[in-house]
Every structure is written in C-alpha cells, then in structure tokens.
C-alpha cells in the first residue's frame, strides 16, 4: 500500500508567536501585504479572495478550529461536567470558551478548507470531527463527543471578510452548541471576530461581544473581547471584560475581567471576592502536534493529507513548489465541480445535514450520535 504524506504541525499557542513568525512568514511581509492589497476597495467582501502561498501558514481552517478543542495541556471540559450548581457550570463554561480563543500571527492566514474536506483527531475520550460541509458561503461544521463523560459539541460557523482599507475585520457567523448531558443542559455561545490590522502598527486580534447562554437555567455570560488601542498601547492588548447575569432577575452576578492570553478573574458581587478562572499558560502552552496512530484508517479528505505537500513547502520557504501545490488541490475542486454539473449531481456533505436556522443562516446537525475514535490523536 502506497505511504500516505501526512504532515502535522504544532498547534497555535502562547509561545508560539516568536517562533512561528520566523517559520511561516516570507520576506518583506508587511511590503507584500500592501501591495497584495492595493486593487482591493475599501468594504469589500474578501470571502473569495485568494491568497498566494506566502500568506498562508501551513494549516487549514479546519484544523484551526479543531484545535481550539482538543490541543490543551488542561482538561477544562470536563470541569465543566463536575460543576455542582447550574452557576459553577456556567462559570466553567465560560472559562472553557476563552480557551478556545487562540493566538494570531499578523500577515498570515490558514488555507480556505476545501469542500468535503474533513479533520478528525482524538484525544482521550473526547473525539473531534470537522467537516466543509458548504463552499458558497464557506460554511464549517464541527461535531465532538466524550461518550464517557455525556459531552456534546455542535459548531456550525463561517467567517465573512471585509477589508476597510487599513485593515480586515473577518464577523464569525453561526452557533456553537456545548451539552452537558449528564444534566440536561445546552450551552450556546458564538465567537468573537477576527480584526487583522495593517496600519498604523500591524496586528491581529480577536474583538466584539460573545453571548454565552444556558438555554435550561437562564443564566447568561456576556464577554467583550478588546484590541490594543490604534496606535498600538499594550495596556489593554487581548483584553477581556463582561459579567454573568441571572436573566430571569437581570441581576449581575460576576463580573468578569483580564486578558485572554494570561488570567481572567472572576469577582463576585456580592462580597467584592476574586478568582482567577483561567490561565492560558496552563491551558495553551507547550502545545504539541498531533500523532498519526492508525495511517491506513486515515480518510482522503483529511486537512493533513490534503495540504501535506503545500505545507512541506511553506515549512522548507520553497513558494514554487507551494505555488503549484496549491493550483493542484484548486484544480482538482474545479474539475470535480464541472463533473458534478455534468452529471447534474449536487454535493451532500457526508457526515452532517444542512437546513436554514430561524436567523437564515446554516443550522449543521451531525448524522452521527457519537463521534469514532480518530486514526489521530492528540498529545
């Protein structure tokens, strides 16, 4: 049987930010970066816009998103199970979604997930499968399991890119569902948006309003996710604030404060008493790239399979061999696309279906119960 090329690479974690600039990024960025710009008007949608080879770094969207759940050093999901009272769970949940927020690297970005692509990773019990289930809009669906602690996660989300001029904002649309079916209880949430901004002082960030909300006791955490200022200060940089009301009384129970890449406290009101409910070092440091346990077992559509000879070229800086890898994996998706209007076919996704959901997006529900073991798990 002929060796599949599988390429994992690390995760995206606190440290490292210093390292991976120097790995992914091609000379004379920010000089690139304009010009790459310089044809694009202010307020366009940049949904279908192609970045060369130099822009990406080697990993797919879809693996991003993944990551965001199963690289951790800390299993703060679970604690999200062991919670005593509907508040010590949504306070667990809370500090669960903040760890789902991941550095960013200016000037470089994931590749576009192609459709029908998969990801799909284990690590202990929790399973994690990705799927492109829509291509216009570009639409993700994540379904996770934990069979052995009743844990469900349902992710239907895709970002719309606009540039503005002097930067990018990226709104994330769609739900993220957490169940804690132990107790009955369904947790929704959305993300944060992404805002790349190119002048004055380059940056990436995560910014703008996340809800999260407990559909069986009322209780809501609504969190604000803060830039560093326009011309850069750092006082505030990755700065997260919000509280935690009981929506029934619209009381304000915590008040929440910090910064998503080091310690978010939780002070109560009551008694004017804080807590640190998250710390990124403990959780998203010393990530390491996942393992290969089973390589026959590994799909065709898998992220790491599909973009291995793309990524082994940005690792090694060789943006020839990155150009024409990246036209292979585009032209294949154009000739299976003109197959398909030939044929009259449409594409179904394979591992969930699709319907509109009550606001007119996309609702993506999986068509598996639990999620299998992955042919990769997860350190």
């Not at 061999?321 to 179904?348: C, D, I, P, Y």
């Amino acid at each position: 049987m002929q060796e599949k090329n599988i390429l994992l690479t690390r995760p995206l974690s606190l440290e490292d930010e210093s390292d991976s600039e120097v790995a992914y990024r091609a000379p004379n960025l920010l000089q690139r970066l304009l010009s790459l710009f310089r044809n694009v008007r202010p307020g366009s949608d940049l949904t279908h816009f192609q970045l060369p080879p130099q822009f990406n770094f080697p990993k797919s969207q879809l693996q991003c998103y993944g990551e965001s759940l199963y690289s951790t050093s800390s299993d703060l999901l679970n604690r999200c199970n062991t919670g005593q009272t509907p508040l010590d769970r949504l306070i667990s949940v809370v500090a669960w979604s903040i760890s789902t927020t991941r550095p960013l690297i200016f000037g470089v970005a994931p590749y576009n997930p192609i459709l029908g692509e998969t990801h799909h990773v284990s690590k202990g019990n929790l399973n994690v499968l990705l799927e492109q289930v829509s291509h216009h809009p570009p639409v993700s669906a994540l379904h996770a399991t934990d069979e052995k602690e009743n844990i469900e996660m349902i992710w239907c989300q895709y970002p719309v890119p606009k540039f503005n001029g002097a930067s990018v904002e990226a709104q994330v649309h769609g739900k993220r569902k957490l169940k804690l079916l132990n107790h009955g209880e369904t947790y929704e949430m959305n993300s944060p948006n992404l805002f790349i901004r190119i002048l004055p002082v380059p940056d990436a960030d995560w910014v703008g309003n996340v809800n999260i909300r407990c559909l069986e006791s009322g209780l809501v955490a609504e969190l604000c996710f803060i830039t560093q200022s326009f011309l850069g200060s750092s006082g505030n940089r990755r700065l997260i604030k919000g509280k935690i009301i009981d929506s029934s009384s619209l009381k304000i129970l915590f008040a929440v404060d910090g910064h998503w890449d080091s310690t978010v406290t939780l002070k109560d009101m009551k008694n004017s008493k804080s807590r640190v409910i998250y710390d990124a070092k403990e959780v998203i440091s010393g990530l390491q790239a996942p393992l290969v346990k089973d390589e026959e077992s590994v799909w065709a559509t898998e992220s790491t399979l599909i973009w291995s000879k793309l990524s082994q070229a940005i690792l090694t800086k060789d943006w020839e061999k990155a150009r024409e890898a990246k036209k292979s994996v585009e032209e294949r998706q154009r000739e299976l696309f003109r197959e398909r209007e030939t044929k009259g076919e449409t594409w179904v996704p394979k591992h969930f279906t699709l319907s509109q959901s009550k606001e007119g997006g996309l609702d993506c529900l999986p068509i598996q119960k639990w999620v299998p073991n992955a042919p990769i798990i997860s350190l």
